[in-house]
């Protein structure tokens, strides 16, 4: 069973400053691996998919990179801004669908 | 817009009042979903649909019903709500059922079971 941690649970950082957010998974056998944004009491925004052939994908200050052999994802936001400030989840899915197995996710706060 | 809406927003219920969660996209995908979210135990699935009159359990089924009739809907049914199934619920869905595509997710529904 696909389990998916995420730490540390929450972090802070000057406006500026590089995030660098972890995600860890146990089943090297993941599909894909997905990045999601949560803003407080809303719904989940997707940003980043990365397909299980991939090692990386980028779309603008945001890189995500998989590494199935280590059971690592690495989510790296440069440049971070206030606006940035939000919780932050993977999700793994595995080849029999497209079931996503969360992570607890990493609640950021970048102070001005 | 590409979207997956949901309806209610925000219900509060007493126990044992059946109640349906609506939820729809517009995207024709094959895949649906539905999670619960809970502090400390963050996102879990509940059923999922690989295509229409296609539904399975996942992890924390108990108590649920979904049913797929039309492509586009998938409602969550609680038969009898119990004050354990207060909870943020979300719909989801993608357009590959076993394909590396991204899911795309509703704005919640916040449920009170009292």
């Known amino acids: 069973k696909q389990e998916v941690t995420q730490i540390p649970a929450a972090l802070s950082v000057p406006e500026g400053e590089n995030l660098v957010l972890n995600c860890s998974f146990t089943d ?8 999601f944004r949560q803003d407080p009491g809303k719904g989940l925004t ?11 994908q980028t779309s603008g200050r945001l890189n995500a990179s ?5 059971g690592r994802s690495t989510l790296y936001i440069a440049a971070s801004q206030p606006g940035d400030s939000a ?3 993977c999700a793994g899915s595995g080849a029999a669908g497209n079931k996503l197995t969360f992570g607890g996710g990493t609640r950021v706060l970048v102070k001005p | ?10 219900l509060i219920t007493v126990t044992g009042k059946k109640l349906t969660v609506t939820c729809s996209q517009n995207m024709n995908h094959e895949y649906m979903s539905w999670y619960r979210q809970d502090p400390g135990l963050g996102l879990r699935q509940i059923y999922y649909s690989m295509n229409v009159e296609v539904t399975d359990k996942g ?3 108990e108590g649920y019903k979904v049913s797929r009739k039309e492509k586009r809907n998938f409602p969550l049914i609680l038969e ?12 989801a869905s993608s357009g590959l059922a076993g394909g590396p595509d991204t899911q795309y997710f509703g704005p919640g529904t916040r449920l009170t079971v009292l």
Do not use: G, M
């Open chain 1, 28 to 35: 090297s056998a993941i599909y894909n691996l997905q990045w």
């Open chain 1, 46 to 56: 997707s940003l980043l998919l990365i397909q299980s052939s991939q090692r990386e």
């Open chain 1, 66 to 70: 998989l590494d199935k052999s280590s």
């Open chain 1, 87 to 89: 919780t932050y989840l």
């Open chain 2, 1 to 10: 817009e590409a979207q997956v809406t949901q309806n209610p927003r925000y």
């Open chain 2, 59 to 61: 992890d924390v089924p």
């Open chain 2, 80 to 91: 009898s709500p119990s004050p354990n199934q207060t909870s943020l619920y979300f719909c």
